[in-house]
C-alpha cells in the first residue's frame, strides 16, 4: 500500500495523559500536513512541513501539540496533557510540491483520539 | 462567519435522480477550489477541482462563481455509492493549507 499511513487507528486515553501519533507519507511526497476534524466539522487545519521544515502552525496548536518530522520523512504529533476537548480524528495528509499538485492532498485514514 | 458555508443536509435523492447544491467562501482572495467526498468514519479524498469555466467529470458537474463567491456541485443519474459527504473546500494560498467546509451529506434511496 502506498497511500499515506497513520498509527495507531484509535487510541483511548485519560485525561492529563500523553499521547503521539505517527503519519508516513506517501514517499515521493514532501509535504505533509495534520488536520483535526470533529463530529460534524471539515477538517481544521493544524500545521505543515515542507521537507523537514516546519513551515506554519494553526493557532488551534496550543502549547501541549508538537509535531515533527525529524528527517524530512514520517511525522509525528504529540499532544501533552491531554484534555477532554482533544477529543478528535487527527488526520495526515501529503502532496507533491510540483506546480498544482501541491494543492492536491491525499489523506491518511486518520487517529481517532478519545480523551476520558 | 465561517469562511466556508455549506447547507449540511442531508439532501435524500432517489436513485436515478439528480442532485445539486452549493457552499459559499467569504475570502474573495480565494485562488483554488475543489470538492471531496467524504465517507463515513473515512478520510477524505480529492474528487474534483473546480475550474471557472466549469468543469465535468462523468456524472459530476462544478461550477464556480467568483463574483457571487459559491461554488457549487451537480450529481446526475444519482447511484446509491454516492450517498457521503461532499466537503466544499477552498485553498486562498498557493500550497495545501485548504480551508474545509462542515459538508453536505447526500443520501440516495433505492
Known amino acids: 500500500d502506498t497511500g499515506v499511513s497513520q498509527n495507531p487507528r484509535h487510541k483511548i486515553t485519560k485525561r492529563g495523559q500523553n499521547v503521539t501519533f505517527r503519519c508516513d507519507p506517501i514517499s515521493e511526497h514532501n509535504r505533509l500536513y495534520w488536520y483535526r476534524q470533529t463530529l460534524g466539522q471539515g477538517p481544521e487545519f493544524l500545521t505543515y512541513?515542507?521537507?523537514?521544515?516546519?513551515?506554519?502552525k494553526s493557532r488551534l496548536l496550543s502549547d501541549r501539540f508538537s509535531a515533527e518530522r525529524p528527517k524530512g520523512s514520517f511525522s509525528t504529533l504529540e499532544i501533552q496533557r491531554t484534555e477532554q476537548g482533544d477529543s478528535a480524528m487527527y488526520l495526515c495528509a501529503s502532496s507533491s510540491d510540483r506546480g498544482k499538485a501541491n494543492e492536491k492532498l491525499f489523506f491518511g485514514s486518520g487517529t481517532q483520539l478519545s480523551v476520558l | 462567519r465561517k469562511e466556508v458555508e455549506q447547507d449540511p443536509g442531508p439532501f435524500n435523492v432517489p436513485e436515478g435522480a439528480t442532485v445539486a447544491f452549493n457552499c459559499t467562501y467569504s475570502n474573495s482572495a480565494s485562488q483554488s477550489f475543489f470538492w471531496y467526498r467524504q465517507d463515513c468514519r473515512k478520510e477524505p479524498k480529492l474528487l474534483m477541482s473546480v475550474y471557472s469555466s466549469g468543469n465535468e467529470d462523468g456524472r459530476f458537474t462544478a461550477q464556480l462563481n467568483r463574483a457571487s463567491q459559491y461554488i457549487s456541485l451537480l450529481i446526475r443519474d444519482s447511484k446509491l455509492s454516492d450517498s457521503a459527504t461532499y466537503l466544499c473546500?477552498?485553498?486562498?494560498?498557493?500550497?495545501?493549507?485548504?480551508?474545509f467546509g462542515a459538508g453536505t451529506q447526500v443520501v440516495v434511496t433505492p
Open positions: 473546500v477552498v485553498n486562498k494560498d498557493s500550497w495545501g493549507k485548504l480551508q
Open positions: 512541513f515542507q521537507n523537514e521544515a516546519q513551515l506554519e
